[in-house]
């Protein structure tokens, strides 16, 4: 096995764990967090991708590359106004719970 | 290969950690981690750009902004406990998430041989752009609209948080305001910190039109000792209705948009450079950009006004 | 040489792994940021040390990132941490 | 000239990873916070410094040397005050910041 499919397979099962953390977690903040260890997940599968098209000198693709930079930039941008949101709820009702019926 | 194999191991304990933990402030400081070890193993896959970009947005600045949101619903822990989904419900997740990971794996395993790469295009036309770069090259130069649109997402984000505001603090300063305290330890750090990070920040910008690095990666830092500045009470946060904020970051889109129209008349598309001008038009769109792109990380840190504005 | 590099890597990263069962145990949020912090210094150790052994120089720009990132996160860790305490707002 | 600068550097290396050694026993085996506090000091502080030492010796150029000793001091900087800060909040009754 090369190192390239090692780290996809750590990405196959990063995207798993992060899909679990997202479904099971009551706590909104929490399924934050798994959504952003998802995210962790798909851009190291374009990083194995990238490995995999390394040539001409380079020692990637470089055009995954960009796309993981721009993709890890609005990933923060999403994140930071998710959080906005939930704080506004908390602000809001007193509690942080996607439950509709209190 | 033993080193990839205990990464790996390494990388994927933090990740369980980060979802099992019971306490959300321990999850966040296992993210804070896991970032830190996906950073190693960007530069393990030859991706220092990459791994700049992940240890400073990654795991640095949403570390910062998870970990003062985990601190400010503290208080709603217990609360959730009862609403933790049944076993039945637990295993069904666990079932289809294996599925999913089987189905990547699957797709790892299969990949076409040899490896589809656009690396040679970008090779047999990096020299046009003038960069020694060939991730800065496709980010300014071949998906320069993606670089663009980017921009404005992360201003759209931006306004998202503000209109969060309640009317009372329309237009207001967001967050607490700290207060520093003249002989603390805090003031100390950051009174060295940012000064050394600026500095890192700028070299960092300056450098990725021939090295790893560029205008995200030098960005962020210099938002991160912003942010720094602002929670040791330095400097307070700016009102988010002062003209200059404003100007400030919409300076980056504006210009990147201006050179991007501009490319209809000097080079016959949208985003086109010409050829003897292309690396100081790109000089030109990048700074600014990071300019606007670091005040815009900043204030999504900080979020919505939570101050009046001052009379 | 290259091998012996890698090899200490490795080792310092084991090392500080084997510090996150502190951030398993706890018991105070204190011993948390303390092997948070090791296993950065053990980060930057290890890049340092990869930069040299894989001939990445870049790697070592990663690194001051890192050192200065992890400073900004040790700080909000330490503020959140005081406040946690208290009203939280 | 270059054998003994690369033995200079496995020594300083291995040192150096033997005080994260220490400094991770001594995080898990220590009885309470402000000894464990003591132990990481060490490790990051010098556990670092002697991997930077020697790494220094097989720098190109002074601008590469420069960057390493800004990585040390930074982590330095940075442990040194939450190092404080941490002990003044782990003190009884001093959880003011």
Redesign the interface.
């Known amino acids: 096995m090369s190192t390239a499919t090692l780290y996809g397979l750590c990405s196959a099962v990063l995207v798993g764990l992060g899909l679990f953390g997202l479904i099971v977690h009551p706590q909104p903040l929490r399924k934050i967090l798994a959504f952003n260890l998802i995210g962790g997940g798909v851009f190291l599968l374009f990083g194995v991708v990238a490995c995999r098209g390394a040539g001409m000198g380079f020692g990637g693709d470089p055009v995954p590359h960009a796309l993981v930079i721009t993709g890890l930039v609005v990933a923060f941008a999403a994140t930071a106004l998710a959080v906005a949101l939930l704080l506004r709820l908390f602000e809001q009702t007193g509690q942080a719970t996607l439950r509709s019926d209190r | 290969m033993a080193f990839d194999t205990g990464l790996v191991l390494l990388v994927l304990g933090v990740a369980v950690w980060t979802i099992v933990a019971r306490d959300t402030f321990a999850a966040v400081v296992g993210f804070v981690a896991y970032g830190l070890l996906l950073a190693l193993v960007w530069v393990r896959l030859a991706a220092p750009d990459v791994a700049l970009t992940e240890a400073a947005i990654g795991s640095g600045v949403t570390g910062v902004l998870l970990l003062g949101a985990s601190t400010r619903l503290r208080r709603t822990e217990t609360s959730g406990a009862g609403e933790k989904p049944g076993i039945t419900l637990r295993l069904a997740a666990g079932m289809l998430c294996a599925l999913v990971s089987a189905g990547v794996a699957a797709i790892v395993l299969k990949f076409p041989e040899p490896a589809p790469t656009l690396a040679p295009h970008t090779a047999a036309n990096i020299a046009a752009t003038g960069l020694g770069n060939p991730v800065t090259a496709v980010l300014m130069a071949y998906r320069a609209i993606d670089t663009l649109l980017e921009t404005v997402v992360l201003l759209l984000a931006l306004v998202g948080i503000w209109s969060l505001a309640p009317d009372r603090v329309w237009g207001g300063f967001p967050g607490a305001r700290h207060h520093a305290d003249p002989e603390g330890v805090l003031t100390f750090i950051a009174q060295l910190l940012v000064p050394m990070g600026i500095l890192v920040g700028i070299h960092i910008f300056w450098i990725g039109s021939v090295a790893p690095g560029g205008e995200f990666q030098g960005a962020t830092i210099l938002a991160a000792m912003w942010i720094l500045a602002m929670m040791a009470g330095l400097v307070d946060a700016p009102s988010v209705s002062r003209r200059w904020l404003r100007l400030l970051l919409v300076a980056g889109p504006t210009v990147f948009l201006a050179i991007g129209l501009a490319g209809f008349a000097m080079a016959g598309a949208f985003l086109a450079y010409p050829a003897p001008y292309a690396k100081l038009l790109i000089v030109t769109i990048e700074v600014p950009v990071t300019l606007s792109i670091a005040a815009t990380l900043a204030l999504l840190v900080a979020g919505p006004a939570e101050r009046a504005p001052q009379r | ?1 290259a091998d ?21 145990r ?1 018991p ?25 052994a ?1 001939s ?30 208290a009203d ?2 | 000239m270059s054998f003994a600068l690369d033995a200079l550097t496995i020594l300083a290396v291995s040192t150096g990873a033997f005080f994260f050694l220490a400094g991770t026993v001594g995080l898990l085996r220590f009885p309470d916070a402000l000894s464990r506090l003591h132990a990481l000091t060490k490790a990051d502080n010098l556990g670092l410094g002697l991997v930077v030492l020697g790494l220094l010796l097989q720098a190109e150029g002074s601008f590469a040397a420069l960057k390493l000793i800004g990585v040390w001091l930074l982590t330095l900087l940075a442990g040194a005050t939450v190092t404080q800060l941490i002990a003044r909040t782990a003190r009884p009754g001093g959880t003011h910041e």
């Open positions: 040489m012996f590099l890698l090899a200490a890597a490795g080792f310092v990263l084991a090392t500080v792994a084997l510090g996150l069962v502190r951030i398993l706890g105070s949020e204190a011993d948390r940021i303390m092997a948070a912090q090791l296993l950065g210094s053990g980060g930057i150790a290890a890049l340092l040390l990869l930069a040299e894989m990445v120089p870049a790697a070592v720009d990663v690194a001051l990132t890192l050192a200065l990132l992890a400073a900004f996160v040790s700080v909000a860790f330490v503020k959140g941490f005081a406040r946690s305490g939280g707002a």
